[in-house]
Every structure is written in structure tokens, then in C-alpha cells.
């Protein structure tokens, strides 16, 4: 059988291809040249599958597309208070090259844009790199992201620097306020060198994917960044990430997104799967014409919107039911899926509605796959509190979806790895509890 994923793209970039509406950035000349009809797209899952359709392996520069991956380089490497002091994190709702500032502190008002953007580049690496070891921090960082070694389009480079009045302008400004310390001439160098890497559709799809991926590359399954900066990098994008056009995209496609300039476009779904499209011609916001269309179509057909409200917890009490008879029988609540909050809750209701009257009590956690902190605090809250009630308490727990499990304060649980393993001890414990 063939699989249905690169078809459906291939479906998808055929109904696009039509339109060749809007045109390539005309600001940076050797960008205005490129080929207008190139079209691709890509989907790599966070288990590092890859599937694409038209032209995924052509390299094109990697623009705004690298302020995201910047952003969380300089987050990792000097942590959230000194970024934020000079970054801010509201979406400004302008162009990517609006000259402004917030009023009161001078900083930038998001690093999409690209006063934060430019500020964010010499945030990268530790303050006393010089800015060529600046740009190999950068480049060595993007490169983690895509899982190979990229490199950089000089042409392009010299082409946008000859131009580059606008950003220089920027940087002054920054400069001024105090935002910027070094050079602004030597950060916009720098910053358009970020702007140069060369990248084609597949490398942007694992990029995103590594960010959809709790900033674990999926291919070489490096730890590229740590997780709370994951989380900060996608709050940001799914804010700001698409400019002046931030408010549409978020209610008609939902997926946290970059654009660049040179056409290319990234989504990051957490924790499913990262998208990227590339075709140059690009709307009055900059984004790229056909790109948005793939993405409001990916988002409809596949239900990608991350506000789409996931199967309810409902679910997760697969069973409650007494096995065995007699003292030892024992009430099993037999839980299944993912546990989080919402899950977590529905078991401390059937717990507390329940009132079992067998002195043993088992949490099933066979068919459970994921539980996490908050989920595992509540049901060893949950153990605790049975056991305060004077029951015994069986955790089943066969693939240690709980290690080590630490009721706390006079609860007492005792793991096994079947139901019938909790029966024979809750009988023995009759037995040898009899006078
Ligand atoms: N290098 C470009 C600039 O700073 C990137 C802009 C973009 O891709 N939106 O003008």
C-alpha cells in the first residue's frame, strides 16, 4: 500500500498552483530574481517521519523564518530575564519592519519583528563572542534545528547588506535607546548573515518539528533547546509570528507560524507535527500567496487548529468493578489514555463517589500511556487519601507509568503488574490478618 500522506500534499499543491497572485520580495534584488513557480510542502512528524511534495529539496534563504529559532537560541543561552529586559513579548499587530518602539522602555515589542529581531541575534551565544563567533553560534544553532550542517547564500547576503538602510536604521534606534550595546552596524551585519542561511522545504518541516517536538530534533534526536523555552518560542509565534496578519491566521489556521520573505512558511503543532510550505510570491503582509492558502486548507482538512478542542477526558475510568469475593475482594478502578488535569479529576470523582466498601482498592493503570505531573500528584493524592480512609491500596502498574510512587503522608500503595497479583496479596492479607 502506498501511504496517503504525500498524495494528499500532492492533492494540495495542484488545487494552489493556479494562483500566481502577489510577487516575490521586490526590496532585496537578488531575492526579486528567484524563480516565482516554485511550490512545495512538507509534514515531518515528531517521531521523525518526513513526507513532502513538489520542490522540497531546493534551497532558498531562510529570512524571518530563523527569528524564532534565534529567539530560543538566545532564550537558552542567557536565560528569560536578561532577553526579556530587552525583548518584549506583545504583538505589535505592524509590518516586520515597522520603525517602532515601546514608548516607555525603548524595547522592541516582539522578536518577530525586526527591531526584536536584531536585538535578539546579538542576544545569541554568550555576551563576549565577538560577532563573526556571534554568527557561527547562529548558524551551528539553526543547523541543530534542521539535523544538518547549513550553510549561508553570500549573494543574497551582499544583496540585502547594499540595502539593509531600513534595518541599519533600526539598530541605530536601538542603539540609542540603550536596547543595542554593540555595534548596530556590526549586529545588522550579523543579523542579515542569520537571514542568508540556506535552507530548503524539508529543512524547515524538521525545524519546526524539533519545536513541535519539546526541542528534540526527531532525526538526529538531539535536545536542541529545553522545553520551557519551547513553550515561549510557540506562545510568541502563534502571537506575532505571522506580523500584521497575526489575528486572521490564528482564527482560520491556528498553528504557531513563521514566514520569510524568500516564500518559505512554518507551523509547529505541538507535540504532532511540524509543516513547512515554500513558494515566493508573497501577499501585501509579506507572507507568502500560496503558502497561507496550504495552510488554511492543511488546518481544515486535518483538524490542526490548536484550539480545537480535544476528545473530552470522559473517557478515562474504562471500568469500576469488584473483583474476587469475600474480605479480600478488591474495587478496581481500571483508568485508560492520557492523564492530565481534566483526566486526573474524573478519577478523584469516581474515587469520592465510589465510597468503596472493600478494604482493598486497585488503580488499574495498564491501558494507561501517559500520565503526567500534575496527573501523577493527583492520583498518589488520590492513593494517600484512600489509604487515610483505612484501605489498602494497589497501584497496577505493568510498564511503570508511575515510578516510583510516593503517596506522602501516611499513604501507602503497593505496585504490582496484574490484577491477579493484587488479589493474591489482598487474600493473603485476610488470611494472615485472621486471629
Ligand atoms: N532579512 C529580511 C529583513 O530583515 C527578513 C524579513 C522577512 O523575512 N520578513 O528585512
Known amino acids: 500500500m502506498r501511504s496517503v500522506v504525500p498524495d494528499y500534499l500532492r492533492e ?39 513526507y513532502g511534495a513538489g520542490d522540497i529539496d531546493t534551497e532558498f534563504t531562510i529570512q524571518s523564518i530563523s527569528k524564532p529559532f534565534t529567539y530560543a537560541l538566545a532564550l537558552a543561552d542567557r536565560g528569560f530575564g536578561p532577553v ?41 551565544g554568550p555576551p563576549e563572542l565577538t560577532p563573526v563567533e556571534r ?45 543595542l550595546t554593540e555595534d548596530p552596524r556590526s ?9 542568508s542561511v540556506l535552507v530548503t522545504t524539508r529543512d524547515l518541516a524538521v525545524m519546526a ?7 528534540i530534533n526527531p532525526l538526529s534526536g538531539e535536545r536542541v533547546i529545553p522545553e520551557p523555552v519551547v513553550r515561549q518560542v510557540l506562545s510568541v509565534m502563534s502571537t506575532c509570528g505571522m506580523y500584521d496578519a497575526a489575528g486572521d491566521w490564528a482564527t482560520q489556521v491556528g498553528i504557531p507560524a513563521k514566514s520569510g520573505v524568500a516564500g518559505g ?6 507535540g504532532q507535527i511540524g509543516i513547512a510550505t515554500f513558494s515566493p510570491r508573497l501577499d501585501r503582509h509579506g507572507n507568502s500567496v500560496r503558502g497561507v492558502s496550504l495552510f488554511e486548507r492543511f488546518s481544515a482538512d486535518m483538524g490542526l487548529h490548536v484550539m480545537e478542542v480535544p476528545a473530552a477526558a470522559r473517557g478515562v475510568v474504562r471500568s469500576n468493578h469488584v473483583v474476587g469475593r469475600g474480605p479480600g475482594a478488591i474495587r478496581v478502578l481500571q483508568l485508560q489514555g492520557g492523564i492530565g488535569f481534566a483526566a486526573a479529576e474524573r478519577v478523584v470523582r469516581e474515587a469520592v463517589e465510589t465510597r468503596p466498601a472493600e478494604v482493598a482498592v486497585a488503580v488499574d493503570l495498564t491501558m494507561v500511556y501517559s500520565i503526567d505531573d500534575v496527573g501523577r500528584r493527583m492520583l498518589l493524592e488520590v492513593v494517600r487519601r484512600l489509604t487515610l480512609d483505612g484501605h489498602e491500596v494497589y497501584l497496577i502498574d505493568p510498564e511503570t507509568v508511575v515510578p516510583d510512587p510516593d503517596p506522602g503522608d501516611g499513604g501507602r500503595v503497593t505496585v504490582v503488574g496484574t490484577i491477579e497479583q493484587a488479589l493474591n496479596s489482598s487474600t493473603r492479607q485476610v488470611r494472615d490478618s485472621r486471629p
Do not use: W
Open 209 to 215: 518539528a524539533t519545536l513541535a517536538n519539546r526541542g
Open 12 to 50: 494540495a499543491l495542484s488545487d494552489v498552483e493556479p494562483d500566481t497572485s502577489g510577487e516575490p520580495a521586490g526590496y532585496i534584488p537578488e531575492l526579486a530574481a528567484a524563480d516565482p513557480d516554485r511550490l512545495g510542502a512538507v509534514f515531518a512528524t515528531t517521531d521523525g517521519e518526513v
Open 265 to 270: 512558511l512554518i507551523g509547529a503543532l505541538p
Open 135 to 179: 554568527v557561527e553560534r547562529v548558524v551551528e544553532g539553526l543547523s541543530a534545528f534542521a539535523g544538518r550542517r547549513l550553510t549561508m547564500d553570500e549573494a543574497v547576503c551582499a544583496s540585502e547588506l547594499e540595502h539593509a538602510h531600513r534595518n541599519l536604521a533600526i539598530a541605530h534606534m536601538l542603539r540609542s535607546h540603550d536596547i
Open 84 to 124: 526579556l529586559a530587552k525583548v518584549g513579548v506583545e504583538p505589535s499587530g505592524e509590518a516586520f519592519n515597522q520603525i517602532s518602539l515601546e514608548s516607555d522602555t525603548g524595547r522592541p515589542y516582539n522578536p518577530m519583528i525586526n527591531a526584536g529581531a536584531i536585538t535578539v541575534h546579538a542576544l545569541a
Open 187 to 195: 549586529v545588522v551585519d550579523g543579523y542579515t548573515r542569520q537571514c
